[in-house]
């Protein structure tokens, strides 16, 4: 699944867990994991899971996902990254986004982090700083 012609180069940069960066056509020598994201409901909780690596559409997904279920009111709502190797800055910016709109409803995203990291966010400042512990390029 190599980056179309009319994505965004920004959407095509990766940030990877050991602080590799580069083209998605660049990554696994072109060989690329599909992933999803899951969404798990119980009861007014949530959980979103995703692994691989995360980004282009599957960065939109992650943002519908998160918009729907902080409309939803779902509480609490946990974000698990553990096993996502690399994130786009789409992704960045749908947990970002996420985070600032869970803060101003009284919410907070739960995310559960490669290395058993563990954050609680309430805003975007909060969400980039526990994503670059783990995911250290600046995007």
């Not at 590799?20 to 979103?48: M, P, S």
Request: proline content about 3%.
């Amino acid at each position: 699944m190599p980056v179309s012609a009319t994505q965004s180069r920004r959407s095509a940069v990766l940030i990877a867990a050991n602080g590799q960066t580069g083209d998605a056509t660049q990554h696994a020598a072109g060989r690329y994991l599909v992933v999803d994201v899951t969404v798990i409901r119980l009861n007014e909780a949530a959980l979103v899971w995703a692994d691989g690596r995360l980004c282009g559409t599957r960065s939109q997904r992650l943002d519908a996902a998160l918009q729907s279920l902080l409309d939803e009111g779902a509480s609490p709502l946990v974000v698990d990254l553990a096993r996502v190797s690399a994130l786009d800055v789409d992704a960045v910016e749908a947990l970002a986004e996420a985070a600032e709109d869970a803060g101003h409803i009284d919410l907070a995203l739960d995310l559960c982090l490669p290395g058993d990291r563990r954050a609680v966010v309430r805003d975007s400042a909060e969400l980039r700083h526990a994503i670059f512990q783990v995911y250290p390029c600046v995007v």
